[in-house]
């Protein structure tokens, strides 16, 4: 296995080691929860195994075998850039693959275990989508010198959306458990500033308001590179969810006390419930993987070299 897993302890280049451990945890906790999508989806979980491979953990599994690539069966190309990573040293593969295409396949694995599927994994998860569409657009930024054009096509597709840092969404971070207890702290506190702008009832609809088009990639907006704060985007249009629940102000009192005590007010508890029981719709996170994909013209030979290994 080592030999054919040659990169298993060598360092991955511009994601540092805590990322790549808390991704590791997170992904093996998906590996043995088979609830949801992963119970009725078996592509989820091999496309997770394999990512677990690529990291170096040791799943027990077969490779998967192959299918038709098209964007109604979109976890396709994630696994054969997988599979072809994990089999880069067979002799087959090597006769299979040109120059070209296994450079692109040395790109896009990476692209899709550290970035794409962590995403796509979490990407359900209303109240972690704030902090989620920060880290993924910082880890591109990350990779920018070591895989422009995965960064550049990638970062280029997030410009479009941005809607979970906006002032009526970002707030939803207040609900999750892993927003760090000062964010969560931080973020009520200029809510609770916001409430004299805020008129119970009377929030205008307006079209959400996001960084703009350049967020991704200007630099004015990442101080010394690091991601902004959520507290950046929350305005008095951050009550929406407050005004879809007919709350007004005499319902805000929690926001003022420490988040320990958060879980003994029932206005608090009724929101709570609402934001973690809401279902996102993330197709359009699929979209975004298929970068340049050149082997479609070689996938009969692939599908065959996939069965025969499988």
């Not at 540092?16 to 991704?23: C, G, H, I, N, V």
């Not at 931080?186 to 500033?193: D, G, R, V």
């Not at 629940?245 to 320990?260: A, E, F, G, Y």
């Not at 975004?288 to 996938?299: A, F, N, R």
């Amino acid at each position: 296995m080592d030999k054919v897993l040659p990169w298993i302890g060598q360092p991955l280049p511009a994601i540092p080691t805590d990322t790549l451990a808390s991704l590791t945890t997170t992904l093996r906790g998906l590996f043995g929860h088979f609830g949801g999508d992963f119970a009725e989806r078996g592509d989820y979980m091999e496309v997770i195994k394999l990512v677990l491979l690529f990291l170096g953990v040791k799943v027990p599994m077969t490779l998967p075998r192959p299918c038709a690539v098209s964007r109604a069966r979109f976890l396709q190309p994630c696994k054969y850039y997988l599979s072809m990573f994990l089999l880069l040293d067979v002799p087959e593969m090597q006769r299979l693959l040109t120059e070209e295409e296994v450079k692109e396949v040395e790109v896009m694995a990476p692209y899709v275990a550290l970035h794409y599927v962590p995403g796509m994994c979490t990407a359900k998860d209303a109240t972690a989508s704030p902090s989620n569409l920060l880290t993924t657009i910082y880890h591109l930024r990350l990779i920018r010198d070591d895989s422009p054009l995965v960064a550049t096509i990638a970062l280029n597709k997030w410009k479009k959306h941005l809607n979970w840092i906006s002032p009526e969404l970002a707030i939803f971070a207040i609900f999750n458990k892993n927003t760090p207890v000062e964010e969560r702290q931080a973020l009520a506190n200029e809510l609770y500033s916001c409430k004299e702008d805020w008129v119970p009832g009377e929030l205008p609809i307006a079209a959400m308001a996001t960084p703009g088009p350049n967020f991704p990639t200007n630099d004015l907006f990442w101080h010394r590179g690091e991601p902004p704060s959520l507290v950046t985007f929350i305005t008095f249009r951050s009550f929406l969810l407050w005004e879809v629940m007919s709350h007004d102000h005499s319902k805000l009192v929690w926001l003022t006390r420490d988040t320990t005590e958060w879980e003994e007010f029932d206005d608090y508890r009724e929101l709570h419930f609402l934001a973690n029981n809401m279902m996102v719709n993330h197709l359009h996170l699929h979209l975004h993987l298929l970068l340049h994909l050149h082997l479609h013209q070689h996938l009969h030979l692939l599908l065959h070299l996939l069965l025969h290994l499988c």
